[in-house]
């Protein structure tokens, strides 16, 4: 089993940058695919990233392409969202997340997604 933690949201201005940061406080990422999500009040998680555990592809969603990046740091055992040019549409709730099913790492299959954090809150002001 694994436990993620995430932190590193907050408040920004439109066109500024956060780094979200999300560890494993039991367990290791060693087994599992990873992927970043986010939601707002009333609608569906939405996937925004995500990190093939074998061939370490890595995925974007269409609104997160050429501004955020998905990195980890293996000996930290931690997962990262560089998030750059935020819009005020990017304000939402950030969910780190992490399955043994790289299928899993999609908006329409989050509901099958094993592992969540607690959340992290994004706000972007206009």
């Known amino acids: 089993q694994v436990q993620l933690a995430e932190s590193g949201g907050g408040l920004v201005q439109t066109g500024g940058s956060l780094r979200l940061s999300c560890v494993a406080s039991?367990?290791?990422?060693?087994?599992?695919?990873l992927g970043w999500f986010r939601q707002t009040p009333g609608k569906e998680r939405e996937f925004v990233a995500g990190w093939h555990l074998g061939t370490s592809t890595i995925v974007y969603a269409d609104s997160a392409k050429g501004r955020f990046t998905i990195s980890r740091d293996y000996d930290k055992n931690t997962l990262y969202l560089q998030m750059n040019q935020l819009k005020p549409e990017d304000t939402a709730v950030y969910y780190c997340?992490?399955?043994?099913?790289?299928?899993?790492?999609?908006?329409?299959?989050?509901?099958?997604?094993?592992?969540w954090g607690q959340g992290t809150l994004v706000t972007v002001s206009s």
């Open positions: 039991t367990g290791t990422f060693n087994y599992y695919h």
């Open positions: 997340a992490a399955d043994r099913k790289w299928a899993s790492m999609s908006t329409e299959t989050a509901s099958a997604v094993n592992h």
